[in-house]
């Protein structure tokens, strides 16, 4: 007899959803996670806090009503950060006691330590305090995600050089930054600061930003973060970095200093695999830290599973909670649906991106023909309302049978809006569908009306010249 049925190693987004959906199945389950860690990196340290940093930042700024009551307006001139860390603070002890009460309610038992593995089917659970306890389980879900990874070359003070975690712990807001690595976390962070009035420099060793997007997209919000003083290093790689009591100086292989108070790298995630003693269960980690798995999720140990980030790519928690949805299912032995291959990516830019399908760039590559739809915000009358002309909405539709191929959104409300394009396309709905719905007046979802019938008009005149 083993002590559980499923254990699960880690309680973020993946590892949470896999324990309550073993336990709806009427398993015997645990959760292993550290202490003040419940909901993982997710909760404490990376989705939610910077999501809800975010919004605080776009409030507190008043940047979305300047169009509205001028470039002046602000809502508080003096932003510090406990004004941004109180409210971060509010929303992760409410998601941490949301989890707590979820795992109770579904009778699953939270085991609080640091687990790592004593053989294939035992897990040593480390309280933190000196005590060790060894529990057994049939089948094991390793959810344990990833850290930002720190190059051997930066000497890190968690103060003026920090990674990526280190964000929501800063002692007050920076007159100037340096983000190195223009990925989505990168971004993120640099849109927020700048919209804070951080003179923020980012440097990138790739010659574009956000590469997998659009790049119409990725323009129009280069363009925006210009706009708030962001100064862009493409093509740059940061050789070093020396702390001096007043900031730091990024030293680039190409020669160029660059001073800042705060320089935050975002040089992508490590891992945890190799935390975890993956050798003492017949496993290994690769050198990013990621667990090999196959569609199932279960690794070259059948009756051990391994979901979200620890997998790698896409490392989305929205991506994660199904996977772990779907192993908890496979582990237990119950029929489950594959998950859909058509997901919608988010960034949490200011403003906003969000996308699902194909990219222009990608169907050109390869050979496959489409229309493109427009809507700018600023000919809705909800755009004009809520004060934003930059929005606009993309539809990359099939002129042979209609059918959308790819949904891209800028603006408010961004990903939210995107839903709407992921469910037509998932039911293989085409543009006529968008023609020929109606659409509460005013809203931004008006927006996909307007952009199927640019798009058909565009396929339609050519019809005309044709024939």
Not at 67 to 80: A, N, Q, S
Not at 151 to 160: G, K, L, M
Not at 400 to 420: N, P
Not at 440 to 449: D, R, V
């Amino acid at each position: 007899m083993y002590d559980f049925d499923v254990l699960v190693l880690g309680s973020g987004p993946s590892g949470q959803k896999a324990a309550i959906a073993a336990a709806k199945l009427d398993r015997r389950v645990a959760i292993v996670e550290r202490r003040n860690m419940i909901g993982g990196v997710c909760i404490n340290t990376g989705t939610i806090p910077s999501k809800t940093l975010r919004e605080a930042v776009v409030y507190l700024t008043g940047l979305s009503q300047r169009e509205v009551y001028g470039r002046d307006y602000r809502v508080k001139d003096d932003i510090t950060v406990a004004d941004l860390s109180a409210r971060t603070s509010h929303v992760i002890g409410r998601e941490v006691e949301v989890i707590r009460s979820q795992l109770q309610r579904n009778r699953v038992r939270l085991l609080v330590g640091t687990g790592r593995f004593f053989d294939e089917h035992t897990v040593s659970v480390d309280d933190d305090g000196g005590r060790e306890t060894k529990v057994t389980a049939e089948k094991i879900i390793v959810a344990v995600g990833t850290k930002p990874a720190r190059p051997d070359t930066v000497d890190f003070d968690d103060r003026t050089i920090i990674d990526s975690d280190g964000i929501i712990n800063l002692e007050h807001v920076p007159n100037s930054m340096i983000v190195v690595g223009a990925g989505v976390i990168g971004i993120e962070y640099a849109s927020m600061f700048a919209a804070l009035g951080t003179k923020v420099t980012v440097v990138e060793r790739r010659d574009r930003m956000l590469e997998f997007c659009d790049l119409e997209i990725i323009e129009s919000l280069k363009y925006h973060l210009r706009d708030l003083a962001v100064t862009f290093r493409f093509g740059e790689t940061v050789a070093s970095v020396e702390r001096h009591p007043r900031g730091a100086i990024a030293m680039l292989e190409s020669g160029k200093r660059i001073g800042a108070d705060t320089v935050v790298f975002s040089a992508g995630r490590q891992g945890l695999g190799s935390e975890i003693n993956l050798e003492s269960a017949g496993l290994a980690a690769d050198p990013r830290g990621r667990i090999e798995v196959n569609e199932n999720y279960q690794t070259s140990v059948d009756h051990i599973y391994a979901v979200g980030d620890i997998i790698g790519f896409p490392a989305l928690a929205s991506t994660s909670m199904e996977q772990g949805r779907l192993a908890a299912h496979h582990a237990c032995g119950e029929p489950a649906r594959d998950m859909q291959k058509l997901q919608p990516i988010g960034i949490y830019t200011i403003p906003e991106i969000s996308f699902v399908g194909r990219t222009e760039d990608e169907l050109t590559e390869a050979r496959i023909p489409f229309e493109v739809g427009i809507a700018r915000y600023r000919e809705l009358a909800r755009g004009q309302i809520i004060g934003d002309s930059y929005g606009m909405l993309k539809l990359l539709v099939s002129p042979d049978d209609g059918k959308l191929l790819g949904v891209h959104v800028f603006g408010t409300g961004a990903t939210e809006l995107v839903h709407i394009g992921q469910t037509v396309m998932g039911c293989n709905g085409t543009v006529d569908y968008l023609v020929d719905a109606v659409f509460n007046y005013p809203t931004l979802a008006e927006s996909y009306k307007v952009a199927a019938l640019d798009a058909m008009n565009k396929t339609r005149h050519i019809h005309r010249i044709a024939t």
